[in-house]
Nanobody
Framework: VQLQAFGGGLVQAGGSLRLSCAAS????????MGWFRQAPGKERGFVAA????????YYPASLKGRFTISRDNAKNMVYLEMNSVEPEDTAVYYC????????????????WGQGTQVTVSS
């Protein structure tokens, strides 16, 4: 699976941003999809995940309620809606595809996009 994330940019604190990830190469609906982020000097961390069918979504407790993941299997797309963003959300955001059950772990994903930078100004 080839993944390309886009939609990042500069946004003011309290604002919203929608990231997109386009998939190609294999059957998109066979894969769980996840979003992760990595800030300078920090490890890559889990942001959101959605099961293959789109029936279940997962978030870390710290982000639940502000971020929403969704997918469109007909368009081979996955999205991350980010609301009420904070300066601490500044990071490179990556989309990933995998088949393992533990969707919150980077080790569960076999394919990664190149990342898109999100910068939140205070």
């Amino acid at each position: 699976v080839q993944l390309q994330a886009f939609g990042g940019g500069l946004v003011q604190a309290g604002g919203s941003l929608r990231l997109s990830c386009a998939a190609s190469g294999r059957t998109f609906s066979n894969y769980n999809m996840g979003w992760f982020r990595q800030a300078p000097g920090k490890e890559r961390g889990f942001v959101a995940a959605i099961r293959r069918s789109g029936g279940a979504t997962y978030y870390p407790a710290s982000l639940k309620g502000r971020f929403t993941i969704s997918r469109d299997n007909a368009k081979n797309m996955v999205y991350l809606e980010m609301n009420s963003v904070e300066p601490e959300d500044t990071a490179v955001y990556y989309c990933a595809a995998g088949t393992s059950a533990n969707v919150g772990s980077t080790y569960s994903y076999d394919y990664w996009g190149q990342g898109t930078q999100v910068t939140v100004s205070s």
